[in-house]
């Protein structure tokens, strides 16, 4: 008798198995009704030939699934000959080669989870990583079992108009009845995560693109009705996302059709079903009334995206979950390349250290720290995490700068050639690396092996008599949730040198002839120590320049070194980076002062810094906006134990203030060269002058002013696209009162029925500081435009809060925990994915005071006394819990 349980148990990396059967071909009937789905599957099995699979019992994944009819070979199975249970179907007996029939019905109308087959509105579509597919149909639902797919779908016709699956339209028909069907095949045999279906009422924007061996291709994008045009951002990006992965990796499209489907109700941003990509709406539909810069920026990169999927994902798939960053960190960093191309290079690196810093070294250094390869998990849909994505993205980006560009794109063809129509592994991956390259890459598993940020500290020492220069370099990865004994991993650290008046300095590495003005040091042990000479003084250093590797640095540079760095570098990272540090650490004596009552200082330096970078504005507007931003809370809440993050708020509104009073007469000056009556172009030029205009508005407007005010509200009456918008309405924000309520009005009226417009409005007042949080949160909650159905509106709403707002969530009377816990239960109950990313807000109480952390225990205690709870949020709430305990 074979048996199996249900629960937390993890899965582990170590158990990997191969499936012992190859299911060469299956075919899907759907006959689709709301309530009741019939799904028929028919499967071509065969036993594969290895020892372990000679006896082995055909099982099957299938959750939530009612089983009609089961034969294999066309007979009925009696019950006797399977096993049924809640997580699958086993037939223990199976010839070599056989066919098997099942049909199940399912209730797609009940699915809030939007997981497997569910509707939106009024419209079914799927979602099937990870997984998925099993809520649909019996199946071995693991990216490593790969089939031809033949899908036919059948619904009435006038509701349903449009049939869509994988690959292309082989042929459709009508019934006598109304209903109508549509029979799709992919060529490519893929994993069941890709499997895709969408049926419904949609109008479309269309366009086609001739591939680089000549293959046209047909594309089309599903909106919905009337707002098709809003849908032409998007396929311009699509247009250029092919185009530049012939150019620069020599990948090319290999179907005729390439479709994209936008549904409102979605878990992520995206999908990359073969041939067949479904989008969260807010990912594709844009203009310039309704979409920000950042939109579109978000557009471009997540379109290309997904379509970079189709070589790094689909071609080329994974052999286990386990393995989801040799696709994800991949095209991560293939759609960063693609957005530095068709924008500013600098300014994206920028912006993507920023959210690395932001974001995954949060994670790295918290209770949910997990290696970019987990060696278990208990629920894989929680380890869609910035790690496996960002830092994973990094891992490929060092691979590139030690093996240099061309190895790299030759290592990236060779994966791809090598690994086409298989599901492969990260050793796969490094594989082709190592053969393209000659370079071993020693120790660079480690960086997907080992959790935590590696501290790389640096000091150094100049001999006056010798004129050398020298440095020490050490790594040293801290300790992480189960894993407490590290090794070095490899660091690629970008050098170069500048004297005190800021020119760059060519050195030489001592007792050679090398001469040169940035050097590449790939360090590849615990302690690196390294001379140069040549300068007459000690230089000023500029250490992982391009932002090198994704590690934290502690250098022994005085704050007059970092101000000459954030003023002369000829790296955008490490004058962004340089500026970042003075203003951290003005931050943090701010906030001590603060918290003591005390009158806070302010370094000169940073007024120096400020001044040097409103006048990039000129040159870089982009740049500008950037260097002009002071850090967030939750970087500073890196920084310390036992914080108070209400300091921190008031440390950053308080420095801003300073700087907006001393800066007012040219931050004025550069505003006022704005003219919202321009032209609207989505192009970075254009897109950077905005930034630069908001940036300038959202500092002057921490004077609190009335001038400022006003300034604010004429923007928003003057402004004519939501990015001018948006500006307005948040700098509003921050004074509250009669003009921030007129304005949201406003906004409500104009834009109530556009919800992605409308997610905006939640969002800026979830994150205001005026008025008091908890009462704009309550009113918002029960707003009749707040709906739990919809993950969009609850991240505007509950993201929105336990992020971008640290004071009111992390309130020391525990209420921002409290109403963030019943939103993550009243979420949990219908879709549990969703809560279980709410509840990894809660990971950064480890780093508050005990008072706070005592009331973020008790909220997630109370949480996790329920017995309904999910698996899925009961796991990061159970890691988080032992957070706060240790
Ligand atoms: N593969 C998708 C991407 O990154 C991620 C994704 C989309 C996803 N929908 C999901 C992951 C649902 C988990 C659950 O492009
Ligand atoms: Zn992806």
């Known amino acids: 008798m074979v048996m199996r349980t249900i629960s937390q148990i993890a899965v582990q990396l170590m158990d990997y198995c191969p499936f012992p059967f190859t299911i060469t071909h299956v075919s899907l009937v759907f006959d689709l009704n709301q309530e009741h789905t019939v799904v028929t599957t028919m499967m071509t099995v065969e036993r594969r030939v290895y020892d372990g699979a000679k006896e082995a019992p055909f099982q099957l994944d299938g959750v939530g699934l009612e089983l009609l009819e089961l034969s ?86 006038d509701q349903f108009p449009t049939l869509l699956s994988n690959g292309n339209c082989v042929a459709i028909g009508q019934y006598g009845d109304g209903r109508h069907w549509a029979s799709w095949d992919d060529p490519y045999p893929k994993p069941s995560y890709l499997f895709a279906l969408v049926a419904g009422s949609f109008d479309t924007w269309t366009d086609h693109f001739t591939t680089r061996s000549g293959r046209e291709v047909s594309l089309c994008i599903y909106v919905d009705h009337g707002v098709s045009p809003r849908a032409s951002y998007a396929m311009d990006a699509l247009k250029r996302a092919m185009a530049w992965d012939e150019k620069t990796f020599d990948r090319e499209y290999d179907l005729d059709v390439f479709n994209i489907v936008a549904v409102a109700d979605f878990n992520f941003g995206a999908m990359e079903n073969k041939g067949l990509n479904i989008f969260n709406s807010a990912l594709v539909l844009a203009d310039e009334t309704t979409a920000t810069d950042t939109d579109y920026e978000a557009i471009e990169a997540v379109v290309a995206h997904e379509y970079f999927h189709n070589w790094s994902g689909n071609r080329v798939t994974c052999r286990d979950w386990f393995q989801l960053s040799l696709k994800e960190g991949l095209t991560v960093f293939r759609d960063q390349e693609f957005s530095a191309d068709q924008r500013s290079r600098a300014v994206k690196r920028i912006q993507d250290s920023k959210a690395l810093r932001g974001r995954q070294f949060s994670e790295d250094s918290g209770p949910l720290a997990h290696p970019v390869r987990p060696s278990s998990y208990v629920k894989i849909e929680n380890f869609y995490t910035t790690t496996i994505y960002e830092k994973g993205a990094e891992i490929v980006r060092i691979i590139q700068t030690l093996i240099g560009e061309q190895a790299f794109k030759d290592g990236l063809n060779l994966y791809f050639d090598d690994y086409d129509g298989t599901a492969a592994t990260i050793e796969d991956w490094l594989h082709a690396m190592r053969m393209a390259s000659d370079n071993p890459l020693t120790g660079i598993e480690r960086w997907y092996d080992q959790a935590g940020t590696p501290l790389l500290t640096v000091s150094s020492s100049f001999d006056e008599g010798t004129q050398r220069l020298r440095l020490f370099f050490r790594q040293a990865t801290p300790d992480t949730p189960g894993q407490t004994t590290k090794s070095w991993v490899p660091i690629p650290i970008k050098l170069a040198f500048f004297d005190h008046n800021g020119a760059m300095l060519r050195l030489t590495l001592a007792g050679t002839e090398a001469a040169a003005d940035e050097w590449l040091i790939p360090m590849a042990s615990d302690r690196l120590v390294i001379e140069f000479e040549g300068a007459s003084r000690q230089p000023v250093a500029s250490y992982l320049r391009g932002f090198s590797a994704p590690v934290r640095l502690r250098a022994d540079q005085t704050s007059a070194d970092l101000a000459l760095l954030a003023a002369c570098d000829t790296d955008p990272f490490v004058r962004w980076e340089s500026a970042q540090t003075i203003f951290r650490s003005s931050l943090l004596l701010v906030s001590r002062a603060l918290a003591k009552g005390e009158e806070p200082e302010i370094p000169d330096d940073l007024h120096r810094v400020f001044q040097g970078s409103l006048g990039e504005a000129g040159r870089d507007p982009a740049f500008a906006a950037l260097l002009l931003r002071l850090p967030e809370v939750p970087d500073l809440m890196q920084l310390q134990a036992n914080c108070n993050p209400s300091n921190l708020v008031a440390a950053r509104v308080y420095v801003r203030s300073v700087i907006a009073q001393q800066l007012d007469g040219p931050l004025s000056a550069c505003f006022a060269t704005y003219d919202p009556a321009q032209e609207f172009s989505t ?167 005990e008072a706070r952390r005592l009331a973020a225990f008790r909220t997630i205690e109370g949480l996790l006394a329920n017995n309904s709870l999910s698996a899925n949020t009961r796991e990061i709430l159970t890691k988080i819990i032992s957070g706060l305990t240790a």
Request: hydrophobic residues 45%; neutral net charge.
């Open 72 to 157: 294999l070979n066309g007979q009925k199975l009696d019950p006797n000959d399977y096993h049924l249970d809640e997580v699958g179907l086993i037939i223990p007996m199976v010839p070599d080669a056989f066919k098997l029939e099942t049909k199940v019905a399912i209730n797609p109308a009940a699915n809030t989870a939007l997981s497997g087959l569910y509707i939106s509105a009024g419209r079914f579509c799927t979602q099937c990583e990870a997984e998925g597919f099993r809520h649909i149909t019996f199946w071995p639902d693991r990216p490593d079992v790969m089939s031809r797919f033949h899908v036919r779908i059948e619904a009435p016709q």
């Open 683 to 849: 192009g970075a030029a254009a897109a950077g002058r905005r930034a630069l205009m908001a940036a300038c508005l959202d500092l002057l407007s921490a004077t609190g002013t009335d001038r400022a005010a006003l300034r604010a509200a004429n923007l928003f009456a003057a402004a004519r696209n939501m990015t001018d918008t948006m500006a307005a309405l948040s700098a509003l924000s921050q004074f509250g009162g009669p003009r921030y309520d007129a304005a949201l009005n406003a906004f409500r009226n104009h834009y109530q029925d556009n919800a992605l417009v409308m997610d905006k409005w939640f969002r800026v007042q979830a994150m205001a500081l005026c008025g008091d949080p908890l009462t704009t949160y309550a009113t918002l909650r029960s707003d009749p435009l707040f709906t739990l159905t919809n993950p969009n509106r609850v991240r505007a709403l509950g993201g929105a809060f336990a992020q971008g707002n640290p004071a009111a969530f992390h309130r020391d009377d525990g209420e921002g925990y409290a109403l963030m816990g019943t939103l993550i239960s009243d979420v949990d109950r219908l879709n549990s994915a969703l809560a279980a990313r709410l509840a990894t807000f809660f990971d950064s109480c480890v780093r508050v005071d």
